[in-house]
């Protein structure tokens, strides 16, 4: 009985534990501000309506200098997943969450098609976000090539 209990302690523990772990990382990427909710999906389909690629994950983006870097939520890790410069973003097009989308997403969310060095990726967050983050994207300093549809 008192092993039961003593194993049923130090399991709660480790969670409460985890659970800091995991709150405190996000207070520190937050820390430097310029963060916003963003779910990825990286290697996105052409077709919008493909089922192709792999699945949205959802994460916070934070701007550091010509740079967005892009945590994954539901991790420890203290780096950044991905990194996209400025420089090598382009804005193919932007649509709202169609089908099972809609239930992956956060509501109210704006997916935005872009390429990344040949990649496609497709990055979806709010509207206000999206302003933002495309104001970001034209604010390049002069003679950088921007490309924002």
Known sequence: MVLALTVCGIVVALVVVGL????LRRRLIQRSGG???????????????????????????????DRVEWFRVFSYA?????????????????????????LALLSDSVILACLHRGARLELAMSEDALTGF?????????GQRVNVA
């Open 35 to 65: 963060t916003f909710d963003c779910s990825l999906r990286w290697d996105a389909p052409e077709a919008s309506g493909d089922s192709g690629g792999k699945g949205w994950a959802y994460g916070v983006a934070r701007y550091n200098g």
């Open 20 to 23: 800091f772990v995991f709150g």
């Open 78 to 102: 203290p780096r950044p997943r991905r990194v996209l410069e400025r420089s090598a973003i382009e804005v193919a097009g932007r649509r709202v969450p169609e089908g099972e989308e809609e």
């Open 134 to 142: 495309l104001a970001w994207l034209e604010a390049a300093p002069p």
